[in-house]
Every structure is written in structure tokens, then in C-alpha cells.
């Protein structure tokens, strides 16, 4: 069963962005942290971003802080990755990821419910 659905990604140029959403039908995101990850071929999945579950607060990694935000809307049971200024290694597929009552997770393992992914790729 999968819980979560990403939409948004494709093919941008360098210097380009691209808005990725993650929306769910099965439970509340309001009381979920939720969490961004990609993995490129032949690398681990790593972490990209995550929120808290009960205030406005994120976390980024070191090699997309200042490009990419995360954000959310309750009521849309939809959460948000808005990528700027991509870059090729930015290339990945990127998965959303919901953690009942945790936030700022960057362990995948901690995790509840994932997306299926939506690919990114970022041409020179």
C-alpha cells in the first residue's frame, strides 16, 4: 500500500526549478513530520530535507540548503519541495516520507510512509 503520492518531477535545465508535491489520502499530515529524500544511480538514498510535525521549523542538507524549501499545507494534506537553482548532481529520484508525531528526522528508517518517487533530472 502506499500512502504518499509525489508529482512535480522532470527534466529542467541548469539554473532552473521545479516544485515538487506530496499529498496523502490515507491519514493526517497535520500530525506527521515529513521528510524529502532522493537516491541517484548507484548511490544510497539520502537525506534532503525534513519538517516538524508541529511547527514551521526544517532541516536541510549541507548540499541543498539555501536552494530548496520545504513546505506544507494542512488542510491540502499536501507537503512541498521547491527546488531552485538545480544543479546535475541534483539528479535523483525524490521520495517524500511521513513520520507520525517526529520531526526533523533525517533517518529514513524512522519513517512510517513513503512515496513511490518521482524523478528529477537536471541536464547541463
Known amino acids: 500500500q502506499v500512502d504518499l503520492v509525489e508529482s512535480g518531477g522532470g527534466l529542467v535545465q541548469a539554473g532552473g526549478s521545479l516544485r515538487l508535491s506530496c499529498t496523502s489520502s490515507n491519514f493526517a499530515f497535520s500530525n506527521h513530520g515529513v521528510g524529502w529524500f532522493r537516491q541517484a544511480p548507484g548511490k544510497e538514498r539520502e537525506f534532503v530535507a525534513a519538517?516538524?510535525?508541529?511547527?514551521?521549523?526544517?532541516r536541510y542538507a549541507d548540499s541543498v540548503k539555501g536552494r530548496f524549501t520545504l513546505s506544507r499545507i494542512n488542510a491540502k494534506n499536501t507537503a512541498y519541495l521547491q527546488m531552485n537553482s538545480l544543479k546535475p548532481e541534483d539528479t535523483a529520484v525524490y521520495y517524500c516520507?511521513?513520520?507520525?508525531?517526529?520531526?526533523?528526522?533525517?533517518?529514513?528508517?524512522?519513517?512510517?510512509?513513503w512515496g513511490q518517487g518521482t524523478q528529477v533530472t537536471v541536464s547541463t
Open positions: 516520507a511521513a513520520a507520525a508525531f517526529k520531526s526533523l528526522v533525517e533517518a529514513p528508517a524512522l519513517y512510517d510512509s
Open positions: 519538517g516538524s510535525w508541529s511547527d514551521d521549523k526544517t
